[in-house]
T-cell receptor, first 118, second 113 residues
Framework: KNQVEQSPQSLIILEGKNCTLQ??????????LRWYKQDTGRGPVSLTI?????NTKSNGRYTATLDADTKQSSLHITASQLSDSASYIC?????????????????FGQGTILTVHP | DAGVIQSPRHEVTEMGQEVTLRCKPI?????LFWYRQTMMRGLELLIY????????DSGMPEDRFSAKMPNASFSTLKIQPSEPRDSAVYFC???????????FGQGTRLTVV
């Protein structure tokens, strides 16, 4: 079972519409949660980061929410644009001990593939 | 800064051959990661370096995989011998301190035939 699960796997919407992507995680101890956007053929780029004490954070048309109690996060995209077509990946940073060194290990969800049609 | 630079962008090789992937992290970043991305498994951490020292290599799938970071500005991921199941996109990422954003390179798409 994946430690970070996203839904839906894929989503098609019309330009200008809103959409919400979901992320559930089971990993612990939790450091922070990020949403990444990955365009086809490119590396992931961070959209927003949230710590366990933050509930909502916005970055332009992107708004992320976090409920640390239920271990759920969502990414809401408003007024979608064609350029929003991409894979959106939920990434949870967990504390990991390796060889006596603790660091924040990124655990990735499988991503939601968003397609925006004109 | 040009960002994280990976080379080559695409690599096609025959099974059994040695493959070397290269990465130049962002100047000043002291952490470097190698990831592998496949449709089935998504992004998986292979190895993590901090200050050029390998800290966590638990994600390296087999002895056929090895990674080095001889200095702060260069790292390699080597597969010897390569197998068709190694076909994937390999990403390098760097960050400058704990809990800051990890910046990814463009990736190397490896195809082993």
């Amino acid at each position: 079972k994946n430690q970070v699960e996203q839904s839906p796997q894929s989503l098609i919407i019309l330009e200008g519409k809103n959409c919400t992507l979901q992320c559930n995680y089971t990993v612990s101890p939790f450091s922070n949660l990020r949403w990444y956007k990955q365009d086809t053929g490119r590396g992931p780029v961070s959209l927003t980061i949230m710590t366990f004490s933050e509930n909502t954070k916005s970055n332009g048309r992107y708004t992320a929410t976090l409920d640390a109690d239920t271990k759920q996060s969502s990414l809401h995209i408003t007024a979608s644009q064609l350029s929003d077509s991409a894979s959106y990946i939920c990434v949870v940073s967990i504390f990991r001990d390796a060889g006596g060194t603790s660091y924040g290990k990124l655990t990735f969800g499988q991503g939601t593939i968003l397609t925006v049609h004109p | 800064d040009a960002g994280v630079i990976q080379s080559p962008r695409h690599e096609v090789t025959e099974m059994g051959q040695e493959v070397t992937l290269r990465c130049k992290p962002i100047s000043g970043h002291n952490s470097l990661f190698w990831y592998r991305q496949t449709m089935m498994r998504g992004l998986e951490l292979l190895i993590y370096f901090n200050n050029n020292v390998p800290i966590d290599d638990s994600g390296m799938p087999e002895d056929r995989f090895s990674a080095k970071m001889p200095n702060a500005s260069f790292s390699t991921l080597k597969i010897q011998p390569s197998e068709p199941r190694d076909s994937a996109v390999y990403f390098c990422a760097s960050r400058n301190r704990e809990n800051t954003e990890a910046f990814f390179g463009q990736g190397t798409r490896l195809t082993v035939v």
